[in-house]
């Protein structure tokens, strides 16, 4: 047992429904890697003498953070700006996600994207993969070193790409499930099958795709959906079907489900994600980068559907989930009467409760007792502008929005997983 000590901030009921932050200045006692107990450190010391202490005073401890749409091929192309996704995509991201047909190269990427992922205090996270299923094994078997909550899956594609990067609906179907056969379940991974968007799929193969997940008992659903008005008008032309509906025919659509952007919805789309329980993936620094659009949060909220955000590196611009939640916080106030006004208790429910319910991770996103404990210690050097604030804030909320406004990955000091120290 190990005792952890520190000032830990968590928002574990929706704030969207009244749920405020909750603040405890002691200790957190972790048994097995789960919380055991919580309370101040001068109790918890005394009925547990010989355990081990682990002291993490100064700045403020948060729940591991979930990443909800974050792209494993597109590390080193973030930062290009000012292309709208279509020419993005054909620019920048696809020669990239070419280039991860040969497995040493793409080793050496999945490295580069889960050491970005745990430094900015993810613990957890629902990765978009590779069109190569031997890229897939390299990214599982480097995911499954690290001790993060990471499901992914093959990316699939059969028109509209360039030739490489296409399959068959069969062909989807074997890679799809060999990948899972292998992954699916061991460790902390779980296996997630992705197809690209709707634009680059035909019907069939979309069907491949649920064929697919029936044969992968609790596999997730991920893809994107509604992002650029260019996509979309190619979709609603191709399948006579809104874009919500291209995925949930094929009974794609669950509570296991995650569509990333959702920029443009119609009401009827929103109206059929909150039957189904999916969730969207807010990026809002990709939205931003590459002009999509201003999210609809008020519409999704009053349509009941559930929403995460998700960093969408490379078409966001960093792996840090505080600047994502500072990002949609802006995206938000600058819609005037048509947005949410968010503050901390919203910003830190969305990087992690909102995101562990979305990846159905039951017992992650929050240090209640018999919940796993996943952390980011978030410790700025002395005399940094986040030291100077968080000293100076005036309450728990302020300290916390501080951090989203002033944190980035550098003052992420520790991480941990299930208990087990990952950074
Ligand atoms: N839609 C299809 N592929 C992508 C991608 O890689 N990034 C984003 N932002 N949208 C997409
Ligand atoms: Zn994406």
Redesign the pocket.
């Given at each position: 047992m190990t005792l952890y000590r520190g000032t830990f901030v968590d928002c574990p009921d929706d704030p969207f429904a009244g749920g405020t932050l909750r603040t405890l200045d002691g200790a957190l006692l972790v048994t097995d890697g789960a919380i055991a107990a919580r309370g101040t450190f001068a109790d918890l010391a005394a009925a547990h003498p010989d355990d081990a202490v682990v002291d993490l005073r100064g700045g403020l401890v948060i729940p591991g953070m979930v990443d909800t749409h974050v792209?494993y091929p597109?590390v080193r192309v973030i930062g290009a700006l000012g292309l709208p996704?279509l020419d993005w995509?054909d620019q920048r991201?696809l020669p990239e996600e070419g280039r991860l047909a040969e497995a040493a190269y793409a080793r050496v990427i999945a490295r580069e994207f889960l050491g970005s992922l745990v430094r900015a205090g993810t613990t957890s996270a629902l990765v978009?993969g590779a069109h190569f299923a031997p890229a897939m094994d390299e990214f599982f078997g480097e995911a499954a070193t690290t001790g993060l909550r990471i499901a992914a899956g093959l990316v699939v594609s059969d028109r509209l790409l360039p030739e490489p990067l296409l399959t068959t609906p069969d062909r989807a179907v074997a890679e799809s499930v060999q990948l899972a056969q292998r992954w699916h379940g061991v460790g902390r991974l779980r296996y997630a099958v992705t197809p690209?968007?709707s634009?680059?799929c035909s019907d069939s193969l979309l069907a491949a795709c649920a064929e697919a997940r029936a044969q992968v008992p609790g596999a997730l659903f991920t893809s994107?959906v509604n992002?650029n008005d260019a996509?979309i008008a190619r979709v609603l032309a191709d399948f006579g079907t809104h874009y919500v509906g291209s995925y949930d025919r094929h009974g794609l659509l669950d509570h296991l489900s995650v569509l990333?952007?959702n920029v443009h919805p119609r009401d009827d789309e929103l109206a059929l994600l909150a039957v189904r329980g999916t969730t969207i993936a807010h990026?809002p620094c990709?939205n931003s980068a590459?002009g999509s659009g201003l999210f609809p949060l008020r519409r999704h909220l009053d349509a009941g559907v559930r929403v995460s955000l998700g960093s969408?590196v490379g078409?966001g611009v960093s792996f840090s989930l505080l600047r994502e939640g500072l990002q949609a916080a802006f995206v938000q106030h600058l819609q005037g009467a048509a947005g949410v006004r968010m503050g901390a208790a919203h910003l830190l429910w969305l990087v992690t409760t909102a995101g562990a319910r979305a990846l159905g991770l039951d017992a992650v996103g929050h240090f209640g007792v018999g919940m796993q404990f996943d952390a980011a210690w978030l410790n700025p050097e002395p005399d940094a502008t986040l030291d100077i604030a968080l000293r100076h804030a005036a309450d728990d909320a302020d300290a916390v929005a501080k951090a989203f406004a002033l944190g980035d990955v550098g003052d992420v000091r520790g991480v941990w997983a299930g208990g087990d120290r990952v950074r």
């Open positions: 792209h597109q996704l995509l991201a978009f690209r968007f634009f680059s994107h992002e996509e990333a952007h990026c990709s590459l969408d078409g």
